[in-house]
C-alpha cells in the first residue's frame, strides 16, 4: 500500500523494499529499515511492532516516510489541500494519511486519505485574487 502511494506522488523514487543489516554486536537481532534501493534513513523497525498490526503498519509507514523525506529532501507526502507534510494515523479504524492543516471543528485532524489510496501528484495552490485591470 505504500508503493502505491509512493508511486502515486514520486513515480520517479521507486519502490520502497525492507533492507536487512547485520547486527553491530554478538548476540543482537538484525536491523530492519524500509529503504529505496539500497538508501534509508531513520530509525528501524522494532520487533516489538509486530505484536499489534495497526503499531507494525504505523511503524512501517513512519519508516517508510522518514527514508523518502530524506531522499527528496522536503516533507512527504504532501496534502493537496494545504501543501503540508502528513502522517500516518487511526483514523476510524484504519490506517489514514492525516494532514497538519486545519483541524475539524470536532478536533479531529485532517484526514485526506487512507494509506494506498493517495491521489497522484499534488495540485498547486490556487489563488483567489481578482485580476486588475490592465488598461
Known sequence: MLNRDLARTVP???PLRLLATLPC???EPESVYV??????HGNPLYPDSAENLTVALTAIADTAQETITERLRRAWPLCT???LGMHPHEAHG???????GEHRPSGEAHIRAALGKLDTLPRPRR???KRRNQN
Do not use: K, P, V
Open 35 to 40: 529503504a529505496l534501493a539500497n538508501e534509508w
Open 25 to 27: 554486536d554478538d548476540g
Open 127 to 129: 489563488h483567489n485574487r
Open 81 to 83: 489541500e494545504h501543501n
Open 12 to 14: 520517479e523514487r521507486g
Open 94 to 100: 484504519r490506517l489514514s494519511w492525516c494532514g497538519a
